[in-house]
């Protein structure tokens, strides 16, 4: 089966363009910290038990318990809250610290199939065989692989809807099935292949699925302080000053009859860059302006709160 039938994407990490990524992504310092943990545990085991020979030489029975978790972790939130960003971009972190090459696969959600009997069971399998066969050709001879994988399934409620919903395909179930058995299948052999699966709808993904997690990452929309921030470094330069920037971080959150403010995205991809073209190319950029300019866009609404939010779907978190 072609890669390209069961992959969007391909790449191999680090890359500038994923760091500057991680970087980027403010408020989730808990977040990496632990992601990075638990994929440096996944491609060298051995550094837990060289961990607690030193702080805890007489046995440290927790660690019995590593053996065969799932390498899957689920990241919930509304759109453009910084989900897939951090899915795409902390192996760079991975990469660097562990000195591996580690690539990232993203799955299609092409995988879904056309709906003929078996399509997506097979999409599903072969994405999960070919992770595992690429991590399996990169095994030194004392079997210590020096290839690592972060298999990616955004939007993924698409792919593991509960099988409890009275209106799920037999397809459909199928499919849910062979992902389960594929997380299974990297769990018990061990394999440095951490699973991010990211949805807008957390109640929605199987409980099996939900169950074999290994950590379930909720994400929110931007505080005040994190507006700020992200703010703050997008303008440095600018001559926007300090008092114009704080009015910046109020305009961008809920207020009047507005109960959400902005996501990350709305202000990386929508507000910053109107601020830019507006002053662009006659004038520099001036903070009263930059302030109407925020105080006349509508941020995204919530996740099915509109068909708006709905049709954007989950790309942008």
Known sequence: MNAADLFED???LPGPRGQADYDRLVGLDQY????????LLLVDPRILGEWANKHHPGGLIALDYFAARPPL???????GTGKTALARSFGNEVAKRARVQLRLHALSLNSRGSGAVGEMTRLISGAFRQARDEVAKSRDHNGQAHRAIILLIDEADALAQSREAAQMHHEDR????ALIRGVDEVAAERLPIAIIMCTNRLGAIDPAVRRRAAAVFEFHRPNRAQRLH?????????????SELEALADATGNGGERRY???????TQRLIPSIVLDAFPEQPILGARAIEIARSTTPTPP???DGSARARGGSNG
Not at 73 to 79: C, N, R, S
């Open 73 to 79: 972790f689920l990241f919930a939130g509304d759109v």
């Open 32 to 39: 990496k910290e632990r992601l990075v943990k638990e994929a």
């Open 174 to 177: 199928a499919g849910v099935n």
């Open 10 to 12: 391909v790449a191999t």
């Open 261 to 267: 403010g902005f996501t990350y995205s709305d202000l």
């Open 230 to 242: 992200v703010l703050c470094e997008a303008l440095r330069g600018s001559g926007v000053t300090e």
């Open 303 to 305: 996740f099915g709160e």
